[in-house]
């Protein structure tokens, strides 16, 4: 007994749909998914920290983020994600968990020919 052989429709619509999914096909099982960016406002640690003591501190050319009160070791800077200029930075002494995280207050120094220099400072008494 022969096989029926499908109409036409029926076989263009399962050419169409194997034909889709080999295209469309699944992600490789050894890919990565993307790295998704950050949300914008969150605090990210911030790796580029320059001190006055350090000359680059005084150089518009050189980006960075300008803190002017000392850091002691095992201090960290955060600053909000996602805008320029920051609108906010604080540090955090990752030694002590109990410390509280400080704000940060900003001047902007001008400077002649481009937009001023943002210069982070901590303001508040230590206690």
Do not use: H, K, Y
């Amino acid at each position: 007994m022969a096989l029926p052989i499908p109409s036409g429709r029926r076989t263009g619509a399962a050419l169409a749909l194997a034909t889709a999914t080999v295209l469309i096909g699944s992600a490789p099982a050894g890919a990565d998914p993307a790295t998704p960016p950050l949300p914008r406002g969150s605090l990210v640690f911030v790796n580029d920290v320059l001190g006055p003591q350090d000359p680059r501190f005084w150089n518009p050319d050189l980006p960075g983020t300008r803190v002017l009160t000392p850091l002691e070791p095992g201090v960290s800077v955060l600053c909000t994600s996602g805008f320029e200029p920051t609108p906010g930075c604080s540090t955090l002494d990752m030694r002590d968990w109990t410390s509280p995280q400080r704000s940060l207050v900003f001047v902007d120094v001008p400077v002649i020919g481009r937009p001023p220099l943002r210069v982070w400072m901590d303001i508040l008494p230590r206690l």
